[in-house]
């Protein structure tokens, strides 16, 4: 059961929440949030958190709708509904609306090959997304303090990181268009967290893995960084935190000029493909090219977390390397050089998916692709223009050199076709390989046939017999729209 609060608390602010009330006022974390969600362990970091969140809005000191959410993880056995029982119990003494999920972490660790760890985590999240959804929270208030930061930054440091691992945790990150992840304890050590349970009674759990060596952060935690300060002159734990304040405000400077940079140097996006001007690329400075590179990968949704700073560099170089070659990172990842060009691109394997007859006009969804045939008057078309600003994933034909219907398919072995540039036919296959297209783009081409030839390999290269010129009278323009599964 929870112990009885001391009466004199309730007409007085504590001065650990007086510390919680100025950062969340500087670092504007409830801006413009009205409905929170907790994400409530039963640790003494969230119990906390909870405590101090709930009186500041009692005392009106901040006006917030809050909304517990614990994640019974089912690793330790009875300690785990232990924690999920006295979690349920405390919310309901500070009459504060509270929902668990219980999630299976082993059995997510084992059916995608992930650490615990990185199951708990990825599942963790998983669930304050539905949670935060489904009562209309747009952000989650989580316990990270100045202790976590400074694991966190040696745990990057151990790995390999530039500037934006020394920024550490940052105290407001948005992780979903809706949902931002807040750390009002950011500004408040361990210590003083434990100080604070104790000035008002607050018993909480203690969750023996943290003890437990075998995991990277906790070896950090009670070994090296003991170790680390027992040669420092100074508070190691807030040395981190400075240094962090400093790296946040770099990589706030370097995002901005990289979002400058990337209006100017991207040629062509897709949800599964980035594009830049090789060569304005290569022109850029190196933490520029950097950021634009995370940009990239973030845009085509890869997993940030197994990018390493050797790969990192690897692909700032890229640019500056012969064309036609290309990296290979993880997750079906490629960064490859074109003549003019940089491009990023994440697999997205193509479905076996039947044939498909093309309407025209129309839509026609295929594989991944929404596909939508217009006819267009090319009195009302000027070609010049199309040609300087399309991508490649619209294409004009000549419907008069077309044997309708259209059909759209998955290649096949034998396929061959006349690209645009070439006199003879060529196999589809071999085209590709002499275009040094990485296996993750060939992946995903398809053909698109009309009842004699193949007029495009998506989203490649058309047919030279179907090509749109001044004598053109009706054009039929393809475009290919990919759907985001």
Known sequence: MLKNRPVFLDNMIDPFETKLAEF?????????????????????????????????????????????????????????????NYVLDFAASLNIPTSVISVDTTSHAKDNSLS?????????????????????????????????????IIHRLLRGTAYTGL???????????NLTFIRPLLCTTRAEIIDYCKRNDLNFRHDHTH?????????????????????SSSDLTNLLNQLAAIARKLNKKITAQAETAWQQITTSTTPTTVTFDRSQFAAL???????????ALTHINAPLRNITQTQYSQVTQLADSTTGKTIQLPNRITATTHSKHLTFTIANIQPDTPPTQLNIPGQTTFANYTIIADLLDPAACDLTAFKAAKDNHTEWFDLDKITLPLTVRNRKTGDKFTPIGASTKQKAGKFLSAQRLAPTQKAQTFIITDQKKIIWLAPIRPSTKTTVDTSTKHILQIKLVFLHK
């Open 285 to 295: 400075p190196l933490p520029i090219k950097t950021e634009l590179t995370r940009m």
């Open 116 to 152: 615990i760890e990185t199951a708990g985590r990825n599942l963790r999240i998983a669930a304050f997304k539905q949670l935060a959804d489904k009562f209309n929270c747009t952000a989650v208030a989580t316990a990270h303090h100045k202790n976590d930061n400074a694991e966190t």
């Open 211 to 231: 003890d437990q060596l075998d995991f990277t952060r906790n070896r950090i935690r009670h070994q090296l960084l003991p170790h680390l300060q027992d040669d």
């Open 167 to 177: 920024a550490g945790i940052w105290p407001k990150k948005q992780f979903a268009p």
């Open 24 to 84: 969340i006022t500087a670092a504007s974390l409830f801006q413009p949030h009205r409905n929170i969600l907790i994400a409530l362990s039963g640790g003494a970091d969230s119990i906390a958190l909870t405590f101090a969140l709930h009186r500041l809005n009692a005392q009106k000191i901040i006006d917030i709708n809050l909304h517990i959410a614990h994640i019974n993880h089912n690793l330790r056995g009875p300690d785990a509904l232990a924690d999920q």
